[in-house]
C-alpha cells in the first residue's frame, strides 16, 4: 500500500467527517499498532466548531480493509465466491446490529479506498482491564458471555442467507486444514522424532468430532483483545468480519484459552463461566446438546484451537511477525491440560506433546 493511496485514504475520510458532522473537523490522525490480519487502523481526533448541527464524537477510527475481502483460509478451500458485492465487515456488521449485538456504529464507507469510518470503542479493552484490577474478571467474563450467547441464540435463530457467515462452516475440511500448520511448523520442533502420520490421523478424528456438534453463528475471534470496556460497564465487539458457523463451546474455547488468557481466568473461574453460559443457553430454550457432551465439545475445542494457534504463532515468527512465539507455550500447555485423560482417544497426540511427563512433573 503506498503512501498515496494513505493519502487518499486520509482525504477521503476528512471529507467524509464533514459530510457527517458538519461542524466538525479533524485534528490529528494516529495510526494504531494493528494485530495480525492485514487490516490497518487510525484513530481520527475530532474538532467542532461553534454551530449548529449534531455534535461529532471526540475521536472515529478509519480502517483500511486491506487488499483481500477474505481470510486465507476461507480464499484456499473457497468457502465463498468472488467477488462479494461488500465487504464481510459491512455484510455482518449490518446482520449483528439488528440482531442488538453492540458493535460500533458505521459512520461511512469508500470502496474505492476499500475504507471504513467508524465508532471509536475506546482503549480499554477486556484483557487489559483485568489486568489493571484482576477482580474485575469474573464479572467482564460474564458480561463477554452474556453478548455471546446474544450472538449463539438469536444470531442462529435469526440468520439468513443474505449473511455471508451463514454459507461457511466450520467443519472437518477447515479443521483439519488449519491443523495442518501445527503438524508442518510445531510438531517437528517439539517432538521431531515423533510419527507425524500418526498424529495426523489423529488430529483428523478431532477435527471429525467437532464436525459432529451442532452448529450456531460465531464471530471465530471472540477474546479479550476484541471486546472493549466502556461505562456501565458494557462491552463492545469488534472484529466480527470473519464470522461462520461453528460448534458453539469453539468461541467458549477462544475467549476462555486464546494466548496467556490463563492468567486472567483460573481453572475455577473457567468452569463457573462454562456452566453461566449453559445456564444461558438453558433459560433460552437454546440447549441442543446435553451438559457431558457440551464439556467435551468445549475441550476439543480448546485442543484444536491451541494447536492450530501454536502452528499459527510460529508461521507469524517464520514470515517476520515477531512477538508471537512466547505465546506457544501457553497455546501447547492448553492442549496438554485438556488432552491430560484422552491417551486413549489421541496416543499419539499425547506422546508426541509429552502429555504424561508434564502430569508426572506437576
Excluded at 464436525?211 to 456501565?232: A, K
Excluded at 488468557?261 to 446438546?289: F, H, K, M, P
Aim: contains cysteine.
Amino acid at each position: 500500500m503506498s503512501e498515496a493511496d494513505d493519502r487518499a485514504r486520509m482525504t477521503w475520510a476528512a471529507e467524509a467527517v464533514a459530510m457527517r458532522w458538519p461542524v466538525a473537523a479533524v485534528s490529528r490522525a494516529d495510526l494504531l499498532r494493528g494485530d495480525l490480519s492485514t487490516r490497518r487502523f487510525w484513530r481520527l481526533h475530532l474538532e467542532s466548531a461553534a454551530g449548529d448541527g449534531e455534535q461529532p464524537p471526540t475521536s472515529a477510527i478509519v480502517i483500511d480493509l486491506g487488499p483481500d475481502d477474505l481470510p486465507g483460509y476461507a480464499r484456499a478451500l473457497r468457502l465463498l465466491h468472488e467477488p462479494l458485492p461488500e465487504p464481510p465487515w459491512i455484510n455482518v456488521h449490518r446482520f449483528l446490529a439488528s440482531i442488538g449485538v453492540a458493535v460500533p456504529a458505521l459512520y461511512a464507507h469508500s470502496n474505492p479506498h476499500r475504507a471504513l469510518l467508524v465508532e471509536d470503542v475506546g482503549m480499554l479493552s477486556v484483557f487489559d482491564s483485568c489486568r489493571q484490577v484482576p477482580s474485575n474478571a469474573a464479572d467482564l467474563f460474564r458480561l463477554a458471555i452474556d453478548e455471546l450467547l446474544k450472538i449463539h441464540v438469536e444470531g442462529t435463530r435469526r440468520i439468513h442467507h443474505r449473511c455471508f457467515a451463514s454459507s461457511i462452516n466450520y467443519d472437518r475440511k477447515l479443521f483439519i486444514w488449519e491443523l495442518s500448520q501445527f503438524v508442518e511448523l510445531t510438531l517437528s520442533e517439539v517432538a521431531p522424532g515423533c510419527d507425524r502420520a500418526a498424529v495426523y490421523a489423529e488430529l483428523d478424528d478431532l477435527a471429525e468430532r467437532l464436525d459432529r456438534y451442532p452448529r450456531v453463528l460465531s464471530h471465530r475471534d471472540y477474546h479479550g483483545q476484541n471486546l472493549y470496556v466502556q461505562d456501565g460497564p458494557r462491552l463492545r465487539v469488534i472484529d466480527f468480519q470473519d464470522a461462520l458457523m461453528a460448534p458453539g463451546a469453539h468461541d467458549l474455547a477462544v475467549l476462555l484459552t486464546t494466548r496467556d488468557t490463563g492468567q486472567l481466568v483460573s481453572q475455577n473461574l473457567e468452569r463457573r463461566l462454562l456452566d453461566y453460559y449453559y445456564a444461558g443457553l438453558a433459560r433460552r430454550q437454546a440447549v441442543t446438546i446435553g451438559i457431558d457432551d457440551f464439556f467435551m465439545s468445549y475441550r476439543y475445542s480448546v485442543i484444536q484451537h491451541a494447536l492450530k494457534m501454536s502452528g499459527r504463532f510460529m508461521m507469524f515468527e517464520r514470515d517476520g511477525k515477531h512477538g508471537y512465539a512466547q505465546y506457544v507455550p501457553h497455546a501447547l500447555d492448553e492442549a496438554r491440560r485438556m488432552l491430560a485423560d484422552m491417551h486413549a482417544i489421541f496416543p499419539q497426540l499425547c506422546a508426541a506433546l509429552g502429555v504424561e511427563e508434564q502430569r508426572r512433573s506437576r
